[in-house]
């Protein structure tokens, strides 16, 4: 199993922007995708976007799509999410999982997460 290590999050105010980072080490050519999910105070878990490391499958959560892009550099084994427009509602814990499935859009289908990032959006 590998590890998976977030980066990017912060402070940022309303209509700003931020680019996160999650960077894979120990990834087998066994690991179908990488997918973004988030945690908001009080809130439960929601999808947020996720993308094959072939780069042909991509998705996002209604709430993002839109003002999100996410990519993916296999040199790196790393998956940028790049979120623009942000809203306060954006305010939360994003984590960053790998998957061997194709369903890049279920929780349970990640093998092993990042310890998450903060994302704090001032209004």
């Known amino acids: 199993q590998g590890q998976v290590v977030e980066s990017g999050g912060g402070l940022v105010q309303a209509v700003g922007s931020l680019r996160l980072s999650c960077a894979v080490r120990g990834r087998t050519s066994k690991e179908y995708g990488m997918g973004w999910f988030r945690r908001a105070p009080g809130k439960g878990r929601e999808f947020v976007s996720a993308i094959s490391w072939s780069g042909g499958v991509r998705y996002y959560g209604d709430s993002v799509k839109g003002r999100s892009a996410i990519s993916v550099d296999n040199a790196e084994n790393t998956v940028y999410l790049q979120m623009t427009n942000l809203k306060p509602e954006d305010t939360a814990v994003y984590y960053c999982?790998?998957?061997?499935?194709?369903?890049?859009?279920?929780?349970?289908?990640?093998?092993?997460w990042g310890q998450g990032t903060q994302v704090t959006v001032s209004s």
């Open positions: 999982g790998s998957t061997r499935t194709l369903y890049l859009k279920s929780y349970q289908a990640y093998d092993y």
